[in-house]
């Protein structure tokens, strides 16, 4: 079983007490992400329409990749850090961490980096398809790849809107942002999460109301951006990342 990479960051006077032992010593934690996606008014389903900054709208797609993932104690500056795996995140996807050699404790702090690895997303078109299915960075259905000049779609949403304000939707809205100057590092707080050695569940929340705030899907500009198409749009929805997270237990 595949060992993860364990960064232990602390402050002075807390390494000099325990010194470099207390690595060694950490116990080991397993953990289960599940992934939601939310409005302020509940949970999201997939082609199930709702209403989004005044508008009816749907979707049928809702990824996204993360990975570098760390998270730290209230005050004790503990982190641990899984740096190498990319997960792919969406409706009804799960994602198990097996044998973190993080210590149990209370977290309060998590990290993320949205996106695909400098090396990986510019990786040729041979290493990509010889990617195994299980592996998130191999090809998907729906594709979470443009080509080999602009690489992986960090983020994808595909559904419809409604513009003529009869609720029902009538119009196609899709949202992909990618290449590597729209990579971006997320730093949340959330409520305490006590994680203990074994059976640890959490759910990584994505607030909608919060990723496309600012947005007026009335405005024929904001029905799709592919990044280079609509460059503005996509950096607007990156810029909202740092708002649209959290984790509960």
């Known amino acids: 079983m595949k060992q993860y990479l364990l960064a232990v960051l602390v402050l002075a006077a807390f390494m000099v007490g325990c010194g470099d032992d ?3 010593n950490s116990l080991v934690s397993d953990i289960t992400f599940d992934f939601q996606f939310v409005t302020n008014e509940g949970p999201m ?4 329409p709702f209403e989004l900054n005044g508008s009816t709208v749907q979707f049928e797609t809702a990824n996204y990749y993360f990975h570098g993932i760390r998270m730290g104690g209230p005050g004790t500056g503990l982190f641990f850090v899984d740096p190498d795996t990319h997960v792919l995140a969406g409706t009804d996807l799960t994602k198990t961490y097996a044998d973190i050699g993080v210590e149990p404790r209370d977290y309060s702090g998590t990290r993320i980096i949205i996106g695909v690895e400098e090396e990986q997303n510019g990786q040729i078109e041979t290493d990509f398809t010889q990617r195994t299915s299980e592996d998130p960075l191999a090809i998907k259905d729906p594709s979470m790849h443009w080509n080999w000049n ?3 779609k960090f983020v994808r ?3 419809e809107v409604d513009t003529d ?5 009538d119009t196609p809205i899709a ?6 100057a729209l ?4 730093e949340f707080q959330h409520d305490i ?3 203990g050695e074994r059976g640890n569940r959490l759910t990584m929340v994505f607030n909608l109301d919060e990723f496309f705030s600012g947005v007026d899907f009335q405005i024929q500009s904001n029905w799709d951006t592919h990044t280079g198409n609509n460059l503005p749009l996509a950096e607007q929805l990156t810029s909202n990342l740092s708002s649209t997270f959290t984790i509960v237990q």
Request: net charge negative; charged share 25%; aromatic share 10%.
């Open 183 to 186: 990579r971006t590092v997320v």
């Open 165 to 169: 304000d009869d609720g029902i939707v």
């Open 193 to 195: 999460i006590s994680l």
């Open 175 to 180: 949202y992909h942002l990618g290449t590597d």
């Open 22 to 24: 207390n690595n060694e």
């Open 150 to 152: 602009s690489g992986y």
């Open 45 to 48: 389903r997939l082609n199930e």
């Open 157 to 159: 949403f595909d559904g």
